[in-house]
């Protein structure tokens, strides 16, 4: 019984540092990609375009990490069984 508990406790927790993880990703990325609209609006195309771009793989590398994070923390739980 107490194992149980502690493995829904460990759940609750690895949720609740996925979803802040998560977060904080896609807000830095929508925070960023609002400074290149500004850029673009402005008629700095070039320098827009290549923050876009650099910001996009930045975004792609981070999201990686995190799929391989909650690959490892699913492995190290059991995959929830």
Do not use: D, N
Request: net charge positive.
């Amino acid at each position: 019984m107490l194992a149980r508990a502690a493995q829904f406790q460990a759940a609750w927790y690895f949720s609740l540092l996925l979803s802040a993880i998560l977060l904080l990703i896609l807000l830095g990325a929508g925070y960023a990609l609002v400074g290149v609209r500004r850029l673009w609006r402005a008629g700095e195309h070039g320098p827009a375009a290549a923050l876009g771009g650099a910001i996009t793989v930045a975004l792609l590398a981070f999201l990686g990490m995190y799929a391989v994070a909650v690959g490892g923390l699913l492995a190290v739980q059991g995959g929830g069984s």
